[in-house]
Nanobody, 121 residues
Framework: VQLQASGGGLVQAGDSRRLSCAASIRAFTSAVTAWFRQAPGKEREFVAAVRWQGARTYGADSVKGRFAIFRDSIKKMVYLQLHSLRPEDTALYYC???????????????WGQGTLVTVSS
């Protein structure tokens, strides 16, 4: 397993949640770690990405101001902090690693298994 995502669960609208992604050494050598999500019946959607060098971050417009991505280089962890959750944020959240910032899933080489976030209204 290259990436291990965790932290999902059942929350209420307006709640906050932190998702974690543990990267193996192999995945850690990739330049970028990203979060995607996939809701039932929908395509996998880019959420946010961070560069290991310099920690520059990128986010989807749909989550700007509510979600934040950050990394801990020492622990080899990447986090996705979710705030002001909405029912439409319900999805399987995946972390992924690759060499470039891409907003499509095919741009990443390594994937975690996904962690489910369910937001009730």
């Amino acid at each position: 397993v290259q990436l291990q995502a965790s932290g999902g669960g059942l929350v209420q609208a307006g709640d906050s949640r932190r998702l974690s992604c543990a990267a193996s050494i192999r995945a850690f050598t990739s330049a970028v770690t990203a979060w995607f999500r996939q809701a039932p019946g929908k395509e996998r959607e880019f959420v946010a990405a961070v560069r290991w060098q310099g920690a520059r971050t990128y986010g989807a417009d749909s989550v700007k101001g509510r979600f934040a991505i950050f990394r801990d280089s020492i622990k080899k962890m990447v986090y996705l902090q979710l705030h002001s959750l909405r029912p439409e944020d319900t999805a399987l959240y995946y972390c992924a690693a690759g060499d470039y910032i891409r907003r499509t899933a095919d741009g990443y080489d390594y994937w975690g298994q996904g962690t489910l976030v369910t937001v009730s209204s």
